[in-house]
Nanobody, 124 residues
Framework: QVQLVESGGGLVQAGGSLRLSCAAS????????MGWFRQAPGKEREFVTAISWGGSNSYYADSVKGRFTISRDNAKSTVYLQMNSLKPEDTAVYFC?????????????????WGQGTQVTVSS
């Protein structure tokens, strides 16, 4: 198993930036594809981005392409989400997730492991 703990959420004005971190513990971090999901009030959880176990491949939802960047540091067992040009519609609880398998299908096949989430609020 792997345990995931997110941090870095907060309140930011539209157009601003935030960087989320997700620290993993447990089994070998580099074995997992990692991803970020989000859930806005009254809406279902949605896929945001995913990165392959080695970090060479990443995938993004259309709504965040060009604004968000996922990265990982396997030596630190941490995955990051750099969010730029934030919009009020990015307001949500952001969840880190992990799965054994390809990152490419993380948006359609639910990951096995989830963090507890961190709140991101973007004011207009």
């Amino acid at each position: 198993q792997v345990q995931l703990v997110e941090s870095g959420g907060g309140l930011v004005q539209a157009g601003g930036s935030l960087r989320l971190s997700c620290a993993a513990s447990g089994r070998t971090f580099s074995s997992y594809a990692m991803g970020w999901f989000r859930q806005a009030p009254g809406k279902e959880r949605e896929f945001v981005t995913a990165i392959s176990w080695g970090g060479s491949n990443s995938y993004y939802a259309d709504s965040v392409k060009g604004r968000f960047t996922i990265s990982r540091d396997n030596a630190k067992s941490t995955v990051y989400l750099q969010m730029n040009s934030l919009k009020p519609e990015d307001t949500a609880v952001y969840f880190c997730a992990a799965r054994i398998g390809t990152a490419q299908t993380m948006g359609v096949i639910p990951p096995e492991y989830w963090g507890q989430g961190t709140q991101v609020t973007v004011s207009s």
